[in-house]
Structures are given as structure tokens and as C-alpha cells.
């Protein structure tokens, strides 16, 4: 069973949402709310490389949280944000636990997102 004291990031995921006017009446795609859960992210450290001659960093982590039937609508596509930044997802949900209470995304940072 996963533990309450494990879950102590506030993690907002996002989802581009269509429909949506700017100031100008152009209609448009925009990040809106979709999830707002108790999360328990483990970074790790980053990783700096050359890419097309700039160096870029790109950090990763995974980002652990309780399964739910929103949950398991998270698509790769969203965006989460998580201790301040927006982490794109990378890979998952993973069935952490036998039980299937804890999934688990691969996320990242920096880089060309």
C-alpha cells in the first residue's frame, strides 16, 4: 500500500484544451487544469550533451501517484507541473504495486520539450 507520507509534491496536470479565445478573438489551443493530485516526485540528477552545437541539460525524473480512474486517463501528450516547473511525460503510467494503487510516469525537463 502506498503510504500518505510518500505523496508530498502538489502535482497539476495539464491538458491542451481547443476552443480557446485570446483577447483578440483568435481561437486557439491552450494548457488547461485537467488533475490535481498529491504526487512523489524523484529526480534525477541531469545530463548536459551537444546537441546541433548548443549544449542542452535535460533533467528526469519519475513521478509517482495514486491510481484512479482519472489517473489512468493521463495521456503522453499532457504536461504536469511539479515543485514550480512543467515536466513533459516521457513514458508510463507503470503499475507500481501489485495491488495497482501506485502508478508511475517518467518525466522531463529542459532540453527541446
Known amino acids: ?3 500518505g507520507g510518500n505523496f508530498r509534491d502538489r502535482a497539476v496536470f495539464l491538458r491542451e484544451t ?4 485570446d483577447k483578440y478573438g483568435n481561437e486557439g489551443v491552450a494548457p488547461a487544469e485537467f488533475l490535481r493530485l498529491w ?3 524523484r529526480e534525477t540528477p541531469g545530463r548536459e550533451k551537444l546537441i546541433a552545437g548548443r549544449l542542452e541539460d535535460k533533467v528526469t525524473g519519475t513521478l509517482r501517484i ?8 493521463i495521456l503522453a501528450s499532457d504536461t ?3 515543485r514550480g516547473a512543467t515536466w513533459s511525460i516521457a513514458g ?7 495491488k495497482g494503487d501506485v502508478l508511475e510516469f517518467l ?3 529542459g532540453g527541446a520539450l
Not at 18 to 21: A, I, Q, R, S
Not at 66 to 73: D, E, I, N, V
Not at 92 to 98: I, K, M, T
Open 1 to 3: 500500500m502506498a503510504r
Open 18 to 21: 481547443p476552443g480557446v479565445v
Open 39 to 41: 504526487a512523489d516526485l
Open 66 to 73: 495514486r491510481a484512479g480512474a482519472k489517473a489512468r486517463s
Open 80 to 82: 504536469v507541473s511539479v
Open 92 to 98: 508510463g503510467p507503470a503499475q507500481v504495486s501489485r
Open 107 to 109: 518525466i522531463e525537463r
